[in-house]
């Protein structure tokens, strides 16, 4: 008996798959409702001939995208027709009934199928390697803000340490002058205040205290 596989099984690693909710145990293509995915390949696949475009705040040029995957703009095109195609459909139509109108129209326009096929899994696959190479760029602008974060942190413990401590000798500087002071203080009330008074304004090395 031949096992009959589904779409997670058959092209793990690229499409995004949902469990049949029948629980007859099928997986389907979902895109947007999706709620897992399939176990991928940890290397990130070499598809791209050319840099791939930014996102600037996540926004993907997918047709950027598969130009640099070497993918045709006709066949992209082809996929894109075939899409609005099933979109115009009525909703709840039959899904064998949209297969059998879907693939009359193409090969009534002369559209290879084989070749939809192939472009719509080449655009699926530089998807992939688009997420997961932008994935490393994340973890890696991730790592080195990480590392600067952490030097920071030790800079500014490390400046902490040092204002701590010119306080703390600040206020030994103040009580050890105090103190001294206090000593000092002694030998000019021997004298009397009159006479301090008289010392200091006379003095041109003196200031009066305010």
């Known amino acids: 008996m031949i096992e009959k596989k589904g779409w997670g099984s058959t092209v793990k690693g ?27 390949p940890s290397q990130t696949p070499d598809v791209f001939a050319e840099a791939t475009p930014a996102a600037p705040g996540g926004k993907v040029a997918f047709d950027e995208v598969f130009e640099a995957a070497g993918i045709d703009a006709e066949d992209s095109t082809r996929v ?25 129209s193409l090969r009534a326009f002369g559209v290879p199928i084989d070749q939809i096929i192939e472009a719509g899994a080449q655009e699926i696959q530089a998807l992939e390697a688009y997420i997961r190479s932008g994935g490393g760029d994340t973890e890696q602008v991730i790592s ?37 002071k206090l000593e000092i203080q ?16 006379q003095s041109p090395k003196l200031q009066e205290p305010d």
């Open 14 to 40: 690229w499409f995004v798959v949902q469990d049949d909710p029948s629980g007859a145990g099928q997986e389907k293509m979902m895109g947007a409702r999706t709620t897992r995915s399939t176990r991928v």
């Open 80 to 104: 894109a027709k075939t899409l609005e195609l099933l979109d115009s459909l009525p909703a709840g139509t039959d899904e064998k009934v949209k297969r059998q109108i879907v693939m009359a």
């Open 144 to 180: 080195d803000a990480e590392s600067r974060i952490l030097q920071y942190e030790k800079e500014i413990a490390n400046l902490r340490t040092v204002m701590q401590q010119r306080v703390e000798e600040q206020q030994s500087v103040i009580r050890a002058c105090n103190s001294k």
């Open 186 to 201: 002694r030998v000019l009330e021997f004298f009397g205040q009159e006479a301090v008074a008289k010392v200091v304004r």
